[in-house]
């Protein structure tokens, strides 16, 4: 027969993941309120399109194993601010700056962390424009506080990011240097590919008020 105290954990276990998922609805919902007043008012949508998802279990405890915490649910909501997460893919890279100032204004949105990796991309060459926030999801009994993370880049970067990712659970993170080096010239050349597609925009938008 089960201990009492399996089942306590396994009720907490559920009550996060409702939290998690209530949090992901919550910053949907702002994001396209967001995005549907910004297509109102300037008759430009910055927002191709937004996924979300929940960190399954056994990332979690891989990630709190890797980083040397205590596997136990304590643990996973003091250590981890990205079970729950939200991708926003836009055209252009001043969108990204825009959409994360937009977000953050929100009366109710409380910034916890910021990472610029576009200003500042990693070795690898990685670029996403990544907020941690919280939000609290009001409950019967009051609101309880709950994290998630943002990230925001546009198009080339998420295919990009998507290529790199696949290639690092190939290779378990130890790519030949061949690739790492391929791999970074694509960057590279995202990231010219981004400044271009923007200056062509500018350029659209300048003959339009002409």
Known sequence: MEKPERFAEVDTWQTMMFLYNAALKEINTKIEILNDEFLHVHNYNPIEHVKSRIKSA?????????????VNIDSMVQHLSDIAGIRIICSFTSDI?????????????????????????????????????????????????????IQIRTI???????????????????????????????????????????????????????
């Not at 056994?58 to 205590?70: A, D, Q």
């Not at 109710?108 to 990544?130: C, E, F, M, W």
């Not at 659970?169 to 694509?186: S, W």
């Open 58 to 70: 056994e990332s979690i405890v891989k990630k709190l194993k890797r980083n040397g915490h205590e």
């Open 97 to 149: 700056y825009t959409i994360a100032e937009m977000i953050s204004n929100q009366s109710d949105v409380r910034v916890l962390q910021i990472k610029d990796y576009i200003a500042t991309p990693k070795p690898n060459g990685y670029k996403s424009y990544h907020l941690v926030v919280s939000v609290p999801i009001y409950l019967s009994d009051g609101p309880v506080e709950t994290k998630v993370e």
């Open 156 to 210: 080339a970067m998420d295919f990009w990011a998507s290529l790199e990712h696949k290639i690092y659970y190939k290779f378990e993170g130890n790519a030949p240097e061949h690739i790492r080096t391929d791999l970074k010239e694509c960057a590279d050349i995202v990231e010219m590919l981004d400044a271009r597609m923007l200056s062509l925009n500018e350029s659209i938008q300048e003959c339009r008020i002409h």
